[in-house]
């Protein structure tokens, strides 16, 4: 079963304007959620992160919300730029049992178009 | 090193050959964890490795599959009696700690099994 959902496989923004990825999850053990972009034949890096104990966390251009009732989070990013073009992957954590590992969602394809 | 290295980059093998592949974490990282990403997939877990815990070894896919860590540090991803399907970039991550800081990647080990 799939813990970490991310159900728009592919995302196309015109430059300047808003970009929003979204995550759901279903286990309420994790505490801990990451987003990560990769690019073509790079492994992934870390973009941001958000606390179980916030709703919100921003870094320059980019902020991600988290619901915990709803279990879903998003990842903004404004304003979007070409170099943005990426996978956007979230992931989760928590403190034990099955959710004691960083859970990967499918991924997200971005395309900022110029 | 400064970042998780992997090797090789890319490695051809022959259906039923057995293929090792290596990752050299961050130095001080106690978390290291293996994960897989087939053409047009998500990132999916493997096994994880945690200080001198067990490993979790849920994700792997079959008993083919096999993994260690030596002294804590650099880990060898081991597949026995390749398979087509096991054609995919294998990637490894390392963190401080089990969540809270960010993981980091290698590029990952691109195997295809011809």
């Known amino acids: 079963d799939q813990q970490v959902k991310q159900n728009s496989p592919s995302l196309s923004v015109q430059e300047g304007r808003i970009s929003i990825l979204n995550c759901d999850y279903t286990?309420?053990?994790?505490?801990?959620f990451l987003w990560y972009k990769k690019y073509p034949a790079e492994g992934p890096t870390f973009l941001i992160s958000?606390?179980?104990?916030?709703d919100k966390n921003e870094d320059g251009r980019f902020t991600v919300f988290l619901n915990k009732s709803a279990k879903h989070l998003s990842l903004h990013i404004v304003p979007s730029q070409p170099g943005d073009s990426a996978v956007y992957f979230c992931?989760?954590?928590?403190?034990?049992?099955?959710?004691?590992?960083?859970?990967f969602g499918t991924g997200t394809l971005l395309a900022v178009q110029p | 090193g400064a970042g998780v290295s992997q090797s090789p980059s890319n490695k051809v093998t022959e259906k039923g050959k057995d293929v090792e592949l290596r990752c050299d974490p961050i130095?001080?990282?106690?978390?290291l964890y293996w994960y897989r990403q087939s053409l047009g997939q998500g990132l999916e877990f493997l096994i994880y490795?945690?200080?001198?815990?067990?490993?979790?070894k849920s994700g792997l896919p079959s008993d083919r599959f096999s993994a260690e860590r030596t002294g804590g540090s650099v880990s060898t991803l081991t597949i026995q009696r390749t398979q087509q399907e096991d054609s995919a970039v294998y990637l490894c991550?390392?963190?401080?700690?089990?969540?809270?800081?960010?993981?980091?990647f290698g590029q990952g080990t691109r195997l295809t099994v011809v």
């Open positions: 991550a390392s963190s401080q700690t089990r969540g809270g800081t960010e993981a980091f």
């Open positions: 286990n309420s053990m994790f505490d801990y």
């Open positions: 958000i606390s179980s104990i916030k």
């Open positions: 992931a989760a954590i928590g403190l034990g049992g099955a959710t004691n590992k960083l859970i």
């Open positions: 130095s001080g990282h106690t978390a």
């Open positions: 490795f945690q200080g001198n815990s067990a490993p979790d």
